[in-house]
């Protein structure tokens, strides 16, 4: 049975852990461990951590001896893992019950290297606002740079195919998980999983709420600058790609057509004639052993 490590990089969210935790401990799947790694939290979040988790073995808790930022402690999340599937969760957000076991399920197709869900945006007391929008199936290929944003948590994937890339950028502050994402899906197919498993938080001291967001936009630009390089992309739509980063809005505009609605029409003939295609493969196959049943339902 694989295992799945659930990534946590903390820093002064003791008091919404507990939740976090208990999202965990209800999980459906068991095969799981926690690593969590604080950055050196500046309140009581440690003590309190460690009261919640006592000696439960499946948690393992790390402390970085300085402030170190998001990028730096993420990637040190990795390095402590032990699992096959990895996936973050933030110290302040939650997992729905079977979220661990719809995620692991995907992974058994050995063509699939990560995988998502959809996500429900919290109030700071945990309780349901909405569901994000913006999570949808996607064509992964040599210009998907996941703005807008479509790929979002739960995001897991596989932690060989992680040790193939970069890695997490440990100076990165902010745009952290977009820039794991774009790295993972240059590496493999991607799995959608059509179900609400994640519980965002919003509250008022959430890296990404809105004091942050200008500074989060500027680093995402700068993320999907890097993985233009790292693609060998030269053009896009016969638009000349910059050879050294300057202005944000100067990648933003290269990819604004991703927005317009012809393009998602596009996308939507592009999964159609994709899934068909699976299908007709498997109708292939099956025929082919001549043991087939067909089932209507």
């Known amino acids: 049975m694989k295992k799945i490590s659930v990534l946590i990089a903390h820093y002064n969210n003791g008091k919404f852990f507990e939740d976090c ?21 500046t309140d009581n979040s440690l003590e309190i951590i460690k009261s919640i988790i006592k ?19 993420k990637r040190i999340c990795m390095e402590y ?18 979220a661990l076991e719809k995620s692991i399920e995907k992974f058994n197709d050995s063509n699939i290297i990560a995988a998502y869900t959809k996500m429900l945006m919290c109030d700071e007391n945990l309780s349901p606002q909405y569901v994000y929008c913006g999570t949808k199936q996607i064509c992964n290929d040599l210009y998907f740079f996941n703005c807008p944003i479509q790929v979002a948590h739960f995001f897991t994937f596989r932690k060989d195919i992680y040790f193939k890339t970069q890695g997490i ?27 609400v498993l994640y519980k965002y938080r919003l509250h008022s001291a959430g890296i990404s709420q809105q004091s942050t967001k200008q ?3 500027d ?38 057509y991703q927005t317009g609605l ?3 029409v596009e996308t939507k003939f592009r999964l159609f004639f994709y899934h068909t295609n699976i299908l007709i493969l498997l109708f292939l196959e099956c025929t082919s052993t001549q043991t087939f049943n067909l089932t209507l339902y």
């Open 81 to 98: 893992a032990t699992g096959d599937i990895c996936g973050f969760l933030d110290p302040d957000d939650a997992l729905f019950p079977k």
């Open 21 to 41: 935790y208990l999202s965990l401990i209800h999980q459906t799947f068991t095969n799981w461990e926690a690593i969590i790694v604080d950055d050196a939290s």
């Open 219 to 256: 680093s995402f630009a700068s993320i999907i600058f890097e993985a233009m390089q790292r693609r060998g992309i030269e053009k896009i739509k016969n638009r000349k790609v910059p050879e050294n980063y300057t202005n944000p809005e100067e990648i933003y505009d290269l990819i604004h």
């Open 169 to 195: 950028n440990p100076v990165l502050k902010r745009a952290v998980d977009q820039d794991l994402y774009l790295k993972i899906l240059e590496l493999g197919r991607i799995a959608y999983i059509d179900e």
């Open 55 to 73: 000696d439960d073995a499946r948690f393992r808790l790390y402390k970085n001896p300085e402030n170190k930022g998001c990028g730096f402690t």
């Open 215 to 217: 500074s989060a936009k």
């Open 262 to 264: 012809l393009y998602r």
